[in-house]
Each structure stands twice: as C-alpha cells, then as structure tokens.
C-alpha cells in the first residue's frame, strides 16, 4: 500500500523551515531598507511560511503518534485542519497587503532604488525556485496533504519573487523613459496585481481542507476507482457503495454487502472481500479505512 512515508514528510518538512527563514530575514531586511512593500512582502510571505512549516512537523508528529482513546476515529483530521489554518492565514496576509498597497497609492508614492531592487528580486526568484523544485524532488514519493500545502506554498513565493523582479524591470525602463516620473508607481500596482492573483490559492486549500473536515464526497474520479475495484471483485453484485469520505491521507470506504437469494453471506467472505478490495485499490496514495456491513 502507497502511504505517506513520515521519514519524508519530515525531512520535506525541516528543509523547507530552512529556507523560509533564509528568505524571510534576507526580503524583510532588504524590503525595510529599500522601502519596498512587495519585497517586505515576500519576507513576510516566508516568515509566516516558516511559522506555518513548523505548524505542519507539529501535525505531522501528531498524526503518526500511535492512536489512543483520545481520538477513537483517528487524527488524519488534523492535516487537513493545518491546511485550513495555512490558507486562512495566507490569504489574510495577502488581503492585508492589497489594501497597503492601495493607501500607498493614495498616500503617495516614495522613491526606491529600482536597480538594487531587481538584483534582490533575480537572486530571491532564484532561490525560491530552486527551493520549490528541490521540495517537489523529495516529495515525488511521498502522497502527503502537508507537503502538498507545502508546495503550493514555495509555488507561490516563486511566481511571488518572479512577478516583482519582472515589475521592477519594467520600472527601471520606465526610468530611462520621458515616463520616469511613473516608475515609482511599480511598486503598489504589482502588489495589487499579485494579491489579487494570490488570493485563488489560499481560497482553494481551504476549501479543500473544509470538504474534508464535513466528510463531504471527494472527487467523482476517486469514487469511480474505487466503484471499479468494487467491480472487479464482486462479479455477483453483491457490494454496494455506501459512501467514500477523504480525511487527510486517509480514505474512508463504507460498503453494503447485499446477499441475493441464492446465496449466504458468511464472515469468511466479507474478510474475503475485504482483502481483494485492498489489494485493487492498494495504487490509490492513501491509507484505506474499509468497512463493510451486510444488509439484513
């Protein structure tokens, strides 16, 4: 069975702690200087990254614990309670921005060194982006919610660090224009076009995390695998779906198993079912939580 292995998720988990503080100190420091709002922006964006890392080594501990009385069904909902937490919080931050960059608007723009900026800006994109594609190596085997909360995370901050340094370019041409006067513009309206662009992604982990959380049906792709191995071990039609709920890295299956009447279901047989049920569905990136109930 392909199940998320914690030796990785850990290791995913420390590095990208790493780098979030890397690039946290390096945009704060330099955004506070400059006095620019996207690249004290994106220092920011890694120091609440960086919180929300440490958040998810707390949850994936948590969730690999042995189980106890405490949680009788499980703590595979705390993952995707972390996921919610993350884009509640990323989303509240780029909202904050938005509206930062547009009283920076109104109040008047103040002058930056657009050339220092755009290196700080290619260095950070560099960096960013060896930092997404180094996480996304290590997790290729690894099926986890965590990492890929994780992964959208440095997503974003790359395509972040490449729209400023992109904008800063385009201020600095603007400098050797008869429109220097607007080069200074550059600086709130990309932080309005990235926040407004940014907010998807938080909206959509949380709207996953929160399907999750209700138990609500999961995609209809994953409810036809699993309507399909239900197939291909039942040539009788004696199962019936009940329901298919995704919590964390776990997917829950509840099954109806209906008799004919020419035929009796014994034990033997659900544990039958059961374990050829398993091995078709072992593909699926999940951990299986089958149960069956023989209708009377």
Request: glycine share 8%; with cysteine.
């Amino acid at each position: 069975m392909c199940v998320p292995s914690q030796a990785i998720e850990q290791k995913v988990l420390i590095l990208s702690s790493v780098f979030a503080l890397m690039f946290a100190v390096g945009g704060l420091a330099v955004g506070l200087i400059l006095g620019s709002l996207v690249i004290a922006f994106d220092g920011l964006y890694s120091l609440i990254s960086l919180l929300l890392t440490i958040l998810s080594l707390l949850a994936a501990k948590l969730i690999h614990s042995p189980k106890d009385k405490r949680f009788p069904n499980g703590k595979a909902m705390f993952e995707p309670i972390v996921i919610a937490i993350k884009g509640l919080v990323i989303m509240s931050l780029v909202i904050y921005s938005l509206f930062g960059a547009i009283d920076s608007l109104i109040q008047g723009v103040k002058p930056l060194d657009i050339g220092v900026a755009s290196v700080f800006g290619l260095i950070n994109t560099l960096g960013c982006g060896f930092a997404w594609w180094k996480i996304t190596q290590m997790s290729r085997e690894s099926h986890s919610g965590l990492i890929e909360a994780e992964t959208k995370q440095w997503q974003m901050d790359t395509l972040l660090s490449m729209a400023i340094t992109l904008g800063f370019v385009i201020a600095w041409g603007l400098t050797q224009t008869s429109l220097a006067q607007y080069a200074g513009y550059a600086d709130p309206l990309m932080m309005i076009l990235i926040s407004a662009y940014f907010l998807k992604v938080p909206f959509s982990m949380v709207s996953q995390a929160v399907k999750e959380l209700l138990q609500m049906a999961p995609q209809q792709e994953l409810i036809a695998e699993v309507s399909k191995g239900m197939k291909e071990v039942d040539s009788q039609e004696t199962l019936h779906l009940g329901s298919v709920v995704k919590v964390g890295n776990e997917l829950r299956i509840d099954i109806n198993v209906v008799p004919s009447e020419e035929s009796i279901i014994k034990t033997g047989d659900i544990k039958v079912f059961q374990q050829n049920l398993k091995q078709k569905l072992s593909a699926l990136p999940y951990k299986l939580e089958l149960k069956m109930n023989i209708a009377i």
